[in-house]
């Protein structure tokens, strides 16, 4: 029986780029999900179409799973994909998206943020080519959840998600599917997945950190099952709602465990992890910490080596704020190279046009063309499969990178927390003095160029403004943007980098080789005086 529920519409179901974020016991409010919910079907109208449907596994992930199922049926949609367990990383929800032609995606996840009671959760929309819904998209899921009073609803039993299967309700089809079957058959396609085994075969050791959440049952299958990985290599691989109290951010800080082991004590030859939904990535060798600007710039000047790749590359793409190594590369391999504000649907456009075949940011998310999302996995198969060709150590491969292209030195301070405000005027106050700052010199820093970086999109034309405040030197940038991805304060994000073409040069302490810059930034735009902090909260 469908049932019509009547209901007070909420205000604050704004989507940000990731989509609608907040924490748990917000969102565990009263028909908040469910009016949402209603607000996305509205617009996308979702009747007679086909659905897919899934999450990381944090807190409250089954009970939202049920929620929607029983919605989309209501909501008269023809068929709903639904990883089994409820279970669906966010590349793997992409690929699912692209191989079913589905209307829509519903990917339920807070991607590297804590989970728990009192941690965060999110339900992000994506698209028919399997990324991120536009902006007008968005808006108009916003405007409609403003007043939207009334939701339609399944009544009866929940769904059985514990099993492959097929199960008919009022119209619709319910699909319950393995996507880790799916998703390392995609791998398949791409990877010499023999060549890789030799590589793990010849004494080759690994570490891989699934940080309990969902790319364990992934991981497990595609390096222990089918890639011969010892199963002992495979870290916390069991998906938890809680994630087990860890922080599912793959980066030095949260992922400590993993970096001692591999980058300071150098007991195994390399590591990686991947977050809460696995669209992110940390690769670490031994003695150090791939930063994730460098690993985009290896995997892009490397990609021919992979049968995926050997045809070459279309063009790549990196955020604004992720450091220009890829511009070096792809001015070397004769290619267009992209720059875009922060957000995968920027990059999905571009590699829907064909315009590019690999894109990343600063924050660990890299991907190419195989799916409209950035991919954790897919990163560590790249690196995997350049080692297994090149027979080098990842510090070896960086050096010889950084001998033919010269060393990007890149640094990224996080103050998470800060009063929102604060943040807001801190940024008001730069761009306010960005036309007196070029010309002028702060310490060594001469500003050559100062200015808040727009974009057009030149595939739809649509206008994006504000996207970050660059302050350009010769050879360094500082950028300071505020994130939209915590749900607590505000989170200023001030990037560092400076380029430094020789060789001899190359092996500074990163601290060491920002030091100058990092000062300038910090005085530059008065952090201290706006956020109370006089060091970052997470530093990357």
């Not at 991907?367 to 991919?375: A, L």
């Not at 002028?440 to 206008?463: I, L, M, N, W």
Request: charged content about 20%; some cysteine.
């Amino acid at each position: 029986m469908i049932l019509s529920v009547d209901a007070r519409p909420y205000t604050d179901q704004t989507l940000g780029t990731s989509g609608l974020r907040k924490p748990v016991p917000h969102i565990m409010q009263p028909h908040y999900v469910e009016l949402f919910m209603q607000s996305v079907f509205d617009v996308v109208d979702v009747a007679g179409a086909t659905l897919v449907l899934g999450g990381d596994g944090r807190f409250f992930n089954d009970r939202a799973i049920q929620t929607i199922l029983k919605m989309a049926v209501a909501n008269r949609v023809s068929h709903v994909v639904v990883g089994r367990g409820g279970l669906l990383s966010t590349p793997a929800a992409s690929a699912l998206i692209r191989a079913r032609k589905a209307k829509a995606g519903i990917i339920l996840s807070a991607s590297h943020n804590p989970g728990g009671p009192d941690g965060d959760f999110g339900i992000k929309i994506n698209a028919a080519h399997g990324g991120p819904i536009p902006v007008s998209v968005s808006d108009a899921i916003h405007q409609r959840s403003r007043t939207c009073d009334r939701y339609q609803i399944l009544a009866g039993d929940d769904f059985s998600l514990a099993e492959e299967g097929r199960r008919h309700v009022e119209g619709c089809l319910v699909e319950v599917v393995d996507s880790v079957r799916d998703y390392v058959g995609l791998m398949e396609t791409l990877f010499d997945f023999d060549r890789i085994g030799d590589l793990f075969r010849s004494g080759f050791t690994m570490r891989f950190d699934a940080m309990n959440a969902v790319t364990g049952p992934y991981a497990t299958e595609l390096f222990h099952r089918r890639l011969g990985l010892p199963e002992a290599s495979l870290m916390n691989q069991v998906p938890k709602p809680d994630f087990g109290g860890l922080h599912p951010d793959p980066n030095p800080h949260h992922a400590a465990a993993l970096v001692d082991m591999v980058a300071g004590r150098s007991e195994v030859d390399f590591g990686a992890a991947s977050d809460g939904d696995g669209d992110r990535n940390l690769i670490v060798g031994r003695g150090l910490v791939v930063s994730p600007s460098d690993s985009l710039a290896v995997i892009a000047a490397n990609a021919r080596l992979v049968p995926g790749y050997r045809q070459g590359l279309a063009g790549v793409a990196r955020s604004m704020p992720t450091s220009r190594a890829l511009d070096r590369v792809a001015a070397s391999l004769g290619i267009p190279a992209h720059v875009t504000p922060t957000g995968w649907k920027y990059f999905a456009n571009l590699l829907e046009a064909g315009l590019i075949t690999i894109c990343g940011e600063e924050s660990a998310g890299t991907g190419s063309d195989h799916v409209r999302e950035k991919d954790g996995l897919w990163a560590v198969m790249m690196w995997l499969a350049i080692l297994a060709e090149r027979r080098l150590s990842v510090a070896d491969i960086l050096a010889d990178h950084w001998r033919t292209y010269g060393r990007d030195y890149y640094q990224r301070l996080d103050f998470e927390e800060v009063d929102a405000g604060a943040a807001e005027e801190l940024m008001d106050s730069l761009r306010r003095r960005l036309p007196t700052l070029a010309g002028t010199r702060a310490g060594a820093f001469e500003v050559v160029e100062a200015g808040d970086f727009a974009y057009t999109d030149p595939v739809d034309g649509s206008v994006a403004t504000k996207q970050g405040v660059q302050i350009i030197s010769g050879d360094a940038r500082i950028i300071y943007r505020l994130s939209g991805t915590g749900t607590r304060g505000a989170t200023l994000r001030v990037y560092l980098e400076r380029f430094e073409p020789s060789a001899e040069r190359h092996h500074l302490p990163t601290s060491e080789a920002l030091a100058a810059v990092r000062d300038t930034a910090m005085a530059m735009a008065e952090v201290t005086r706006f956020t109370g902090r006089t060091t970052a909260s997470v530093v990357s």
